[in-house]
């Protein structure tokens, strides 16, 4: 079983920064891919970004350029870095790992931006 557990969610004012983090329970080298969703109140999960072991990222249209994606390896840990954070980012962000056939997911981290 694989464990992972987010932090570093909070509520900021519109403009402001946060960085997640994701602590893994696995060699995240060893993983198929890695992300970052958020599901706002009433609405399904979406994707926000992703990475892969060789560091390809993608990011959903409505965070490019504002939000940014990374991994420590030797840290086992997952980041997403948010800048100029608006009030309709204002979600549960979630962390989501594959290995191999497998789909794991942190429990979520709340962000609230306020205007």
């Known amino acids: 079983q694989v464990r992972l557990v987010e932090s570093g969610g909070g509520l900021v004012q519109a403009g402001g920064s946060l960085r997640l983090s994701c602590a893994v329970s696995?060699?995240?080298?060893?993983?198929?891919?890695m992300a970052w969703y958020r599901q706002a109140p009433g609405k399904e999960r979406d994707l926000v970004s992703s990475i892969t072991t060789v560091g390809n990222t993608r990011y959903s249209d409505s965070v490019k350029g504002r939000f940014t994606i990374s991994q420590d390896n030797a840290k086992n840990t997952m980041y997403l870095q948010m800048n100029n954070l608006k009030p309709e980012d204002t979600a549960v962000y979630y962390c989501?790992?594959?290995?191999?056939?497998?789909?794991?997911w942190g429990q979520g981290t709340q962000v609230t931006v306020s205007s």
């Open positions: 696995r060699n995240i080298l060893t993983s198929n891919t």
């Open positions: 989501y790992a594959r290995f191999g056939l497998n789909n794991y």
